[in-house]
């Protein structure tokens, strides 16, 4: 039987590669953002307790009214944004099924979409499904930030979007509100559409809190912003997420994930509800928990003599391996998993065009025993 074009090429991600190798061989799995650290333990016991009381049927494909206000509330204490529950919030399956559903409803097979790089790996099969053509523009490192000549000049006639990704998997960046004016402007002037992807907005370091897009210059007629549970409450398997933006956007997304899928898990989207409103203890010991766990691992590498970045936030190094005189990330995973048995995801995963240098990606939501074993076999091998 044939199988679709659009497929050809997808069959294995580099991810999915590294983790058959790592079990393969029993190396250490870094290459995967797998949240493997405890969910919060009040959200389990309480769900453990209401599970046979919560609502077991589909929802209404907008989400449950309880879980579409929790995410409005939890939106206005982060951004000041007020986004109306019943018509600008949507509950998805996961982030992913947010983006699938937002790309299905807003454009048309051959729309042009611009993709900074390094990008989230994913975006690139997402885009595929649709047939839709990603443009890519190159960050230029250690910081990878957004600057508008090379913005402008990737801006072609069949440009309609563009997805931006803060904090940023795999580079660790944070947009500034001057990039995000950049941004703004450009999109402005050539009405595109902005997808931000905001599923670490809770997972990143130092005292600025987290900057939604939608909060700068004129992004907020334009953007769809997605979110995840997954990464916040370290449930990525519960698949649920939430996409919020202007209401003739977000009603036309509406009709598209009920074509997709119908509706996001409902009895979780009762649990999601609670999740989301946690108080910002919470929140703040995640931040340290994640802070700790990224200096540990950090110093594995550096003192294995590689150049982690600093990431500003989401749960990954994005560790320059240029020190092993390989020239691709490629190489310098493969080196990895030979001489420390850790396993990464080369750099090569997150581009469209060559990277400048040899990076890897280091997911760091682990527990601290692993981190702690990588550690000692980063420093005993490399
Ligand atoms: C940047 C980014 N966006 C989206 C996702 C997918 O999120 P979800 O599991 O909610 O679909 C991930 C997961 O790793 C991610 O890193």
Known sequence: ???????????????????????????????????LVPPPASLLAEGARDFQHVGHSYSRPEGLAVFREAVSDKVKRRTGLSVEPATQVLATVGATGALMATLTALLDPGDGIILFEPFYGNYLPSLRMLDLRPEPVRLAGPDFA?????????????????????????????????????????????????????????????????????????????????????????????????????EPLISAIRIAADALVVCAPAPLQELGARALNLGEDYYRDLRAMYDRKR????????????????????????????????????????????????????????????????????????????????????????
């Open 146 to 246: 957004i600057t508008e000549e090379p913005l402008r000049a990737a801006v072609g006639g069949r440009t309609r979007a563009m997805i931006l990704c803060s904090p940023n998997n795999p580079s660790g960046h944070r947009l500034t509100a001057a990039e995000l004016e950049i941004v703004s402007a450009v999109a402005e002037e050539h009405d595109l559409l902005v997808i931000s992807d905001e599923v670490y907005e809770d997972i990143y370091f130092g005292p600025a809190p987290h900057l939604a897009a939608a909060t700068v210059g004129n992004l907020k007629e334009r953007t769809v912003t997605l979110g995840s549970l997954g990464k916040s409450f370290s449930v990525p398997g519960w698949r649920l997420g939430y996409a919020y933006g202007p």
């Open 295 to 382: 200096r540990t691992l950090a110093e594995g590498f550096a003192a294995a003599g590689l150049s982690p970045n600093e990431p500003e936030g989401s749960y990954y190094l994005y560790v320059d391996c240029s020190r092993m005189g390989v020239p691709t990330g490629v190489e310098a995973a493969e080196l990895l998993l030979a001489s420390s048995l850790v396993g990464t995801v080369p750099g090569e995963a997150f581009h469209l065009t060559a990277p400048d240098r040899p990076y890897v990606r280091a997911c760091f939501s682990l527990p601290d025993d692993v981190i702690a074993e990588a550690v000692s076999r980063l420093v005993r091998g490399v």
């Open 1 to 35: 039987m044939k199988v679709a074009n659009r497929l050809r090429g997808l069959e294995q991600s580099a991810l999915g590669a590294m983790t058959v190798r790592c079990q393969e061989l029993g190396a250490l799995n870094l290459a995967q953002g797998l949240s």
